[in-house]
């Protein structure tokens, strides 16, 4: 099945490379990759959050998100499916940055800017944050495509594995926070 997907998607590629990929454009996308390495960008944003109490919430539970993130597709995912980089598979495709992780599927950058993005979206207190965190997401998640390093089912499952980190972060979140409300109300009875 994945060498049917690979084959479907690898002209894909082939087309970002030969029609969207520009000289000018290039470093800047390379740069902005290069920041979900490890999840860098989304771990700063995430610890500066937690410096202010308006957002302090939202910088926990992505951090937690991106954590799971982390151990569905780095741990679990990437060695289970074993699906190799596409400039392997997809001749004439050439990546601009280096990949060390010979596992593509799926996108680990894309999952942690998921898993924090949709955390962000919920949690952040202005319009603009929100929506500046989704777009951020997606913009990773091409970045991806645009460098040549993962196919674009990759990317839609690392979208959607990190989604569903946030989802679960928020759940987990939501359960911390009634156990100490609970805790809170129990000590007020008491006295």
């Not at 993130?69 to 679990?76: A, D, E, P």
């Not at 940055?97 to 993005?117: L, Q, W």
Request: with cysteine.
């Amino acid at each position: 099945m994945l060498e049917t997907l690979c084959q479907m998607e690898g002209p894909i590629l082939l087309w970002i490379q030969e029609a969207v990929r520009q000289p000018w454009l290039n470093p800047l996308v390379e740069v902005y990759t290069r920041l979900g390495n490890a999840g860098i960008l989304w771990i700063i944003l995430s610890a500066v959050m937690l410096c202010f109490p308006k957002t302090r919430k939202a910088g926990a539970l992505s951090l937690l998100a991106m954590v799971l993130g982390l151990l569905c597709t780095n741990v679990v995912l990437k060695h289970l499916v074993g699906r190799t980089r596409p400039w392997i598979d997809v001749a004439g495709l050439i990546p601009l940055v280096n990949e060390p992780d010979p596992n593509s599927f799926p996108s680990g950058h894309t999952c942690a800017a998921f898993a924090a993005g949709i955390i962000w979206a919920r949690a952040l207190p202005r319009t603009w944050m929100r929506v500046t965190a989704v777009i951020l997401a997606v913009c990773m998640g091409l970045s991806r495509l645009y460098v040549g390093v993962h196919y674009p089912s990759d990317v839609l499952a690392g979208a959607v594995v990190g989604s569903l980190c946030a989802w679960g972060a928020w759940e987990i979140g939501l359960r911390i926070s009634g156990y100490w409300k609970r805790r809170e109300a129990n000590k007020k009875e008491v006295q």
